[in-house]
Each structure stands twice: as structure tokens, then as C-alpha cells.
């Protein structure tokens, strides 16, 4: 398991609160069977090729990458890494719902919910 530094990927401050309050939430303290961090991860599909995946993870792969801010503790895979490189991770409250959005410049497009994408 790597620290990653901070250029790679970001975490909004609104993220890392959001994330330290779900692995922060009854039964996921240190030591018990609860989250060890939130997962992003880019996996094929969606309607533009791409698509964002969250997860609560119970485990850190060694190749894993790990950015920790505020209590917050994201984990990305290599491979998910290099398609999220120079992005941030965000936090956003609307009427319609509250959700997690990524800002990447590496995306040419997306698709109107933001959660799928095209790279070139």
C-alpha cells in the first residue's frame, strides 16, 4: 500500500467529511469488520465507455493507493489510477440527492449524470 501525494488524486473537503462520517458510522471503528476505506475504482461501461464505481471496502490490496485526508481514506487501484490522474473527488448536496462526483480532466466526455466517461 502506497500514500499517494496529493497531485495525483484530491480529495474536496467536502469529500474527505463526507467519507471520515460513513467509515466513522456504528460498527466501523478500527479493528471491527467495517469499511477500511471508501474505493474509487473505473471499470468498462456506462454509456460512454467508462464509469465511475464507489464501494466501502473492508481491504487494501498492496498495489493499492491510498490518499488519507481528514480523517477521510480513499483506496485506487493502479489501473483505475492512471484514468483518475490529476482528479478530485467531491461531495455534492442537491434538491434531486447528495453524491459523490469526480472532476477529471482526463474525461473528453460524459454522459449527463457524470457518472460514465470517455477518455482518447
Same mark, same amino acid.
Given at each position: &500500500? $502506497? #500514500? @499517494?501525494? %496529493?497531485?495525483?488524486? /484530491?480529495?474536496?473537503? *467536502?469529500? @474527505?467529511? /463526507?467519507? %471520515? %462520517?460513513?467509515? +466513522?458510522?456504528?460498527?466501523?471503528?478500527?479493528?471491527? !469488520?467495517?469499511?477500511? +476505506? !471508501?474505493?474509487?475504482?473505473?471499470? @468498462?461501461?456506462?454509456?460512454?465507455?467508462?464509469?465511475? /464505481?464507489?464501494?466501502?471496502? *473492508?481491504? #487494501? =490490496?498492496? $498495489?493499492?493507493?491510498? #490518499?488519507?485526508? $481528514?480523517? +477521510?481514506?480513499? =483506496?485506487? $487501484?493502479?489501473?483505475? !489510477?492512471?484514468?483518475?490522474?490529476?482528479?478530485?473527488?467531491?461531495?455534492?448536496?442537491?434538491? &434531486?440527492? @447528495?453524491?459523490?462526483?469526480?472532476?477529471?480532466?482526463? +474525461?473528453?466526455?460524459?454522459?449527463?449524470?457524470?457518472?460514465?466517461?470517455?477518455?482518447?
Amino acid at each position: &500500500m $502506497d #500514500i @499517494a501525494p %496529493a497531485p495525483c488524486f /484530491r480529495l474536496a473537503p *467536502r469529500a @474527505a467529511r /463526507r467519507v %471520515a %462520517a460513513l467509515l +466513522a458510522a456504528p460498527g466501523t471503528a478500527p479493528g471491527s !469488520l467495517g469499511p477500511a +476505506a !471508501l474505493r474509487v475504482a473505473v471499470l @468498462a461501461g456506462g454509456c460512454n465507455g467508462l464509469q465511475y /464505481r464507489f464501494d466501502l471496502d *473492508r481491504t #487494501i =490490496a498492496a $498495489d493499492d493507493v491510498v #490518499i488519507e485526508a $481528514d480523517g +477521510a481514506r480513499v =483506496a485506487i $487501484d493502479p489501473v483505475s !489510477l492512471d484514468l483518475l490522474a490529476g482528479a478530485e473527488l467531491d461531495y455534492v448536496e442537491e434538491l &434531486m440527492g @447528495a453524491y459523490f462526483k469526480v472532476k477529471n480532466p482526463n +474525461a473528453t466526455s460524459s454522459c449527463g449524470c457524470g457518472t460514465s466517461f470517455a477518455v482518447e
